[in-house]
């Protein structure tokens, strides 16, 4: 159920104060002080419960089926995860633009156990030749105590050094010989530091949106600062590039040089970002850029590391000035999270799993979980929720099945994917890709043929609401080996088809 922690703390505080008030208490000093001591223990130990419903209606919206409710989907947080191709962003410490002790308590319990961490070379030495590492050492720790693993991003640069770089989005690689040893001297250091906390790591984030930054450039830096992590631990997993774009012919472009000195052998994975409105329109490029691989570097695999979708409309930042909602918010990530994973993605990253203020912009809305300020709090976002049904169904030992037999027809084109449990299982999901996520739920009726008797017992789920519906039987039928199914329900956001035992125990 949802905890209401500032009013349940404000009564508590009430509570003191008539204590203190009442001329008739003749309670000593040291008791009074006592009863102080543990009603703000109280309070503060309220306030540190995360705000999650785990109730059935937890998420709801205008979706109607008609058909009968059988449950929803059960929320799986990390312990319950046993392999995931996801990541979740847990950006920004480094510039202080967010908090992780604001959001640290939501992160195990969405069921992702990859994050993304950001380095700060800028804020870990903000005096020349002085590395702190402390501000990292107390987040990496508690991470790590949650169940959680980490990906460090090695960015950004540190104006402190004349040719330094900049320390935000954007920021110029380091260029003068004193900035550039300083550099390896943090890499180093940072490498040494977490050997055996942190195995995967990745090169600086979206050096593509410089303008000064070649591919060449891009391509040395990568191989620079990989071999001081490589050196230091040797079985370090480390993502290549970063890019901001989703451009093949840029993904080549950086790839060559790194391929011609003989260093992919430093990379297991080639990371990219790239914001659509539409996150299915996006998937030619991948496709291009997974050729790409397999023409220059084919040991290597493709990693999305960071996308994500406003809850409301911005005026900075990716996909702004497009009236987004929380509902929109949610048809987005789903798909772009499942869409990654059908079109065989390694990893999918969410960004991010909280707001944070931009200084000097503003208050970047891409998060799972709204906030007032830096400080505070204001909500869950329907997007949470809805992140947490598509992990707790889509794990790690599901196996796509490119060669499915299945047709749907429909008044339009419906993307669709399945997926095979260990038991034997399938899983299929689909959605309208047509158009970007719209703010409504308007369903289309489609016709699911699936060879080799399909499901036994099928159920239809939403991964929004997290409901799970009974099909009813006279829209079901078996001849010559072939289910159909008539009459299912699409729209703007991913439903599957699975096994009734496979989602409700």
């Not at 700060?120 to 720790?141: C, H, P, R, S």
């Not at 976002?381 to 429909?410: H, P, R, W």
């Not at 703010?439 to 609401?465: H, L, R, S």
């Amino acid at each position: 159920m949802l905890v209401p922690p500032s009013k349940t703390s404000l009564n508590e505080m009430i509570i003191a104060s008539n204590f203190l008030n009442r001329k008739e208490n003749n309670m000593s000093c040291s008791r009074l002080f006592s009863f102080l001591v543990l009603t703000l223990f109280f309070a503060s130990a309220v306030l540190a419960q995360p705000m999650i419903d785990r109730s059935q209606t937890r998420v709801q919206t205008t979706l109607k089926t008609g058909w009968k409710q059988l449950g929803v989907i059960q929320q799986k947080s990390v312990p319950e995860v046993d392999s995931s191709p996801w990541s979740i962003g847990c950006e920004t410490l480094c510039r202080d633009y967010i908090d992780w002790n604001l959001y640290k308590e939501y992160v195990a319990p969405l069921g992702i156990k990859l994050i993304r961490l950001q380095g700060g070379w800028a804020k870990t030495e903000q005096e020349k030749g002085v590395l702190n590492f402390k501000w990292l050492d107390d987040i990496i720790d508690d991470a790590l105590a949650r169940g959680l693993a980490v990906w460090l991003e090695t960015d950004y640069g540190n104006p402190i050094y004349e040719g330094g770089g900049g320390r935000d989005l954007a920021a110029g690689f380091p260029t003068s010989e004193v900035a550039l040893a300083a550099w390896d001297k943090w890499v180093e250091a940072a490498a040494t530091r977490y050997k055996g906390k942190v195995k995967i790591w990745a090169m600086w984030n979206e050096p593509d949106i410089n303008s000064k930054h070649t591919p060449t450039d891009i391509a040395a830096f990568n191989i620079r600062t990989a071999e001081i992590i490589k050196r230091i631990i040797p079985d370090a997993r480390i993502g290549a590039l970063s890019l901001a774009r989703n451009n093949p012919k840029f993904l080549e472009d950086c790839l060559k040089p790194i391929a011609e000195k003989g260093k992919l052998d430093l990379f297991e994975w080639v990371i990219y970002h790239g914001y659509s409105p539409n996150p299915d329109k996006s998937y030619a490029s991948v496709t291009g850029q997974q050729e790409v691989l397999a023409r220059i570097a084919p040991k290597l695999k493709l990693w999305q590391g960071e996308n994500g979708c406003p809850s409301e409309m911005a005026t900075r930042f990716a996909m702004s000035n497009i009236p987004w909602s929380e509902l929109t918010q949610c048809k987005w990530d789903t798909r772009r999270m499942l869409g990654d994973r059908g079109h065989g993605v390694d990893i999918s990253s969410v960004f991010t799993i909280c707001d944070f203020d931009h200084t000097g912009r503003e208050i970047n809305r891409k998060g799972l979980l709204k906030i007032n300020d830096k400080t505070s709090l204001a909500k869950v976002k329907m997007a949470y929720y809805a992140v947490q049904n598509v992990v707790s169904v889509f794990d790690g030992t599901l196996k796509l099945q490119k060669d499915y037999s299945c047709k749907i027809e429909g008044a339009k084109d419906v993307t669709w994917f399945a997926y095979r449990n260990p038991k034997g299982q399938d899983i299929l999901v689909f959605w309208d890709g047509n158009d970007q996520p719209r703010d409504d739920n308007t369903t289309f009726p489609v016709t699911i043929t699936v060879e080799n008797g399909g499901f036994k017992d099928p159920v239809w789920a939403d991964t929004i609401t997290g409901r799970i519906h009974e099909i009813p039987d006279d829209l079901k039928t078996i001849e010559s080996g072939k289910m159909t199914l008539k009459n299912i329900p699409v729209y703007d956001a991913p439903v599957f088809i699975t096994d009734r035992n496979v989602v409700l125990p």
